[in-house]
């Protein structure tokens, strides 16, 4: 008998559209070995403000590429207000209902994996997976209420973060087993002093690692197939710094903008930045480089995700911004990271994570806490490097997308399962 697992991932409908995504992925390697999963998604796209019509029930199943999508109906909502909370807690509670409803007809699965951002998709697994009997596998995948304490959304020692602390250490405890995205979640958990060895209640031998990755196959075929024209891209007498993702005040692009500037002054090489995404910060970027004279910062708008590996094939040197905080610590998860890795071209970064990968497998430049003129000096650096030591990060690139390739980390959690 095929054993079914559910996966729980509010998040999962930009995989069900993109056919693409970790839990796509996971998903696609566990039917080839002999797996049934399914795939619980919100109705709403949270990248995309879409949501997709369910009349009259609760849910609609729908099947890509062999893999069913159960699609949990949400409210609509727009950016992170109250609406957006509506819609997490919407989800949560018709979760049951339709749980309850697709077991009576395809029958109860053997696990469920159930996966954050937000907690309440942990609870109802935890919850739903006691009902059936069957075990729960917690996923976490960003650390509530650690990242918003972080980023100075909620002190924490107000009432509310105590609240949800002590409902992260209930999920923690009652998890069959728990994978952390990011590979310092054991020292997480230490920290809290959740621990056994602290006197907690939490045993590290139920703690395990599977960071995001890339599905290797998928990348190479996109780059091939999903090929298009562009002056910028097909310009082989300039070095192309390239960002991909989204442009908003959280990601603080302008810094990337900025060093652009300086680079426009200080180099002697054509050095372009391609800036491929939106959101609404992009508008007055475009006009700071307007206003400022920078004319080597080309923003190319948002691409379909199968473009993505084409984009970065003509890249020379791709970029990771990110925002200082005190989660870094415990390492990081980023999903460009990863298609990065597998464009075998080196990456340089503003910010250096805890068991930061870029450093291990010695693929590219970590420059911790940059500001523009730092990181305009590294690029430039890569600009003018010898040709075999460049070559090097790119085969170390290319080493880095082959240890993280979805194949291996799907061997990974069937160990778990």
């Not at 390697?29 to 009259?56: D, Q, V, W």
């Amino acid at each position: 008998m095929k054993k079914t697992v559910w996966i729980w991932n509010h998040y999962a409908t930009n995989m069900y559209k993109d056919r693409a995504g970790r839990h796509y992925s996971f998903a696609e390697i566990l039917l080839k070995r002999g797996y049934n999963p399914i795939i619980f998604c919100a109705s709403t796209n949270h990248f995309s403000n879409e949501n997709i019509e369910i009349m009259n029930k609760k849910y609609l199943v729908d099947t890509v590429d062999e893999i069913t999508f159960v699609i949990v109906k949400t409210p609509d909502y727009v950016g992170n207000a109250k609406k957006r909370l509506y819609n997490m807690l919407t989800f949560y509670k018709n979760l049951f209902p339709v749980a309850k409803e697709y077991a009576q007809i395809n029958g109860k699965p053997d696990l469920i994996l159930a996966s954050s951002v937000h907690p309440l998709t942990l609870i109802a697994g935890i919850q739903m997976a006691k009902k059936f009997k069957v075990p729960c596998i917690c996923e976490v995948r960003d650390l509530w209420p650690e990242s918003i304490v972080a980023y100075g959304s909620l002190k924490r020692t107000s009432l509310i973060a105590k609240v949800l602390y002590r409902g992260e250490k209930w999920i923690y405890e009652r998890a069959d087993k728990l994978i952390f995205t990011m590979e310092g979640g054991s020292d997480y958990i230490i920290k809290q002093g959740w621990n056994k060895q602290k006197g907690g209640s939490i045993d590290l031998q139920k703690v395990h690692h599977i960071n995001n990755g890339v599905d290797l196959a998928a990348f190479k075929e996109n780059e091939r197939v999903y090929k298009f024209e562009d002056l910028d891209l097909d310009n082989e007498k300039t070095f192309k710094v390239i960002y991909t993702g989204s442009i908003r005040l959280v990601n603080n692009v302008k810094t990337i903008v900025e060093a652009a500037q300086v680079v426009k002054n200080e180099s002697v090489n054509k050095i372009i930045f391609l800036i491929y995404g939106d959101g609404s910060d992009r508008k007055n970027l475009e006009d700071f480089c307007k206003e400022n004279n920078i004319n080597n910062v080309v923003f190319k708008g948002y691409v379909n995700k199968n473009r993505i590996p084409y984009v970065l094939s003509k890249s020379n040197l791709n970029i990771i911004h990110f925002e200082d905080n005190q989660i870094k610590k415990y390492g990081a998860s980023l999903n460009k990271m990863f298609e990065y890795f597998a464009s075998g071209k080196p990456t340089v970064s503003d910010c250096e994570f805890g068991y930061d990968l870029i450093k291990r497998y010695n693929c590219g430049m970590v420059v911790d806490h940059a500001d523009p003129e730092q990181l305009a000096k590294t690029i430039i650096e890569f600009s003018n490097m010898p040709k075999n030591q460049y070559e090097q990060y790119c085969k170390n690139a290319i080493a880095a997308a082959n240890d993280y390739d979805y194949q291996r980390l799907t061997e990974k959690l069937i160990e778990l399962i």
